[in-house]
Structure formats: structure tokens, C-alpha cells
């Protein structure tokens, strides 16, 4: 059974910092791509950051230089380290694990981020 886990979101004030954790089992996890989407209240889930099996990393735009994104493939973890976060950084943020290969795509639930003082 495939679980995607994500932990770490809560209430930041602007210009605070957050780091969020995906958990991932029952999958080979070095071998998927795995990525940071989040969704914001009334809009589209977003691609947020991506990483891929041999680490190589991608971001939106309007994260760069402010998150990173990382995997620890011993422990089955990605994490999305948050800096400068600002009010339009609020959404949930879901964690995927992706590979074209076998054709699986897995999403997590979810964790709430939200910026504000």
C-alpha cells in the first residue's frame, strides 16, 4: 500500500520560515520524481518545486531563491524548506510522487500553510 505523507505546515508570520517534510512507503522512492504543489483558496493547484530521481530540481518562479527543495532517499523523505514566506504563500501544500516509467502519480493529503501576522 503507497502512503504520501506530508507534516510540517502551520500559521508563519511574513518573512518567517517553514519547513515542510513528505513521507513516502510502498514505493521504491530513489526512483520517483517527487514534487511540491500547493493549492491556494478559489485557484489551481500550482507546480511549487520538483525534484527529480537523480536530485536534479526545478522551481516556479516565485519561489526561487526563497525555497528548497531536497530528498533524503534513506529515509523515504522530501522536504521543502520555506524562507521570506509572504501572505501569497498561503495554500496547501501537497506533496507528489511521480514515475513515468511505471505510470504511477501518488498525492498526499496535504498540510496547511498559511502567512500572516
Known amino acids: 500500500q503507497v502512503q504520501v505523507v506530508e507534516s510540517g505546515g502551520g500559521l508563519v508570520q511574513p518573512g518567517g520560515s517553514l519547513r515542510l517534510s513528505c513521507a513516502a512507503s510502498?514505493?521504491?522512492?530513489?526512483?520517483?520524481?517527487m514534487g511540491w504543489y500547493r493549492q491556494a483558496p478559489g485557484k489551481q493547484r500550482e507546480l511549487v518545486a520538483v525534484?527529480?530521481?537523480?536530485?536534479?530540481?526545478n522551481y516556479a518562479d516565485f519561489v526561487k531563491g526563497r525555497f528548497t527543495i531536497s530528498r533524503d532517499n534513506a529515509k523515504n523523505t522530501m522536504y521543502l524548506q520555506m524562507n521570506n514566506l509572504n501572505a501569497e504563500d498561503t495554500a496547501v501544500y501537497y506533496c507528489?510522487?511521480?514515475?513515468?516509467?511505471?505510470?504511477?502519480?501518488?498525492w498526499g493529503q496535504g498540510t496547511q500553510v498559511t502567512v500572516s501576522s
Open positions: 507528489n510522487a511521480r514515475s513515468a516509467l511505471r505510470g504511477h502519480d501518488y
Open positions: 510502498g514505493i521504491i522512492f530513489s526512483a520517483y520524481a
Open positions: 525534484i527529480s530521481s537523480s536530485k536534479h530540481t
